[in-house]
């Protein structure tokens, strides 16, 4: 059994539900992301641990500012 702990540290990315599939292999994973309206650009990480193995992955999503 997939053990995952998906972590978003931003409220502007939120993970969108997908339904379950029986695949053994492939996984897919789906976020939403916000437009930036801001003056400045930003940064968030998005933290995938595989719980049953105690592994973590990270990955950083970076949003230009508004009008770029």
Known sequence: QL???ISID???ISQVD???T???EEHKLYFKVDENTSEEERSANITIT???KDLSQIIEVTQEKAGE
Do not use: I, Y
């Open 10 to 12: 931003a409220d502007w």
């Open 22 to 24: 029986r695949g053994l």
């Open 50 to 52: 595989d719980t049953n």
């Open 18 to 20: 997908t339904p379950a």
């Open 3 to 5: 053990g995952r702990r």
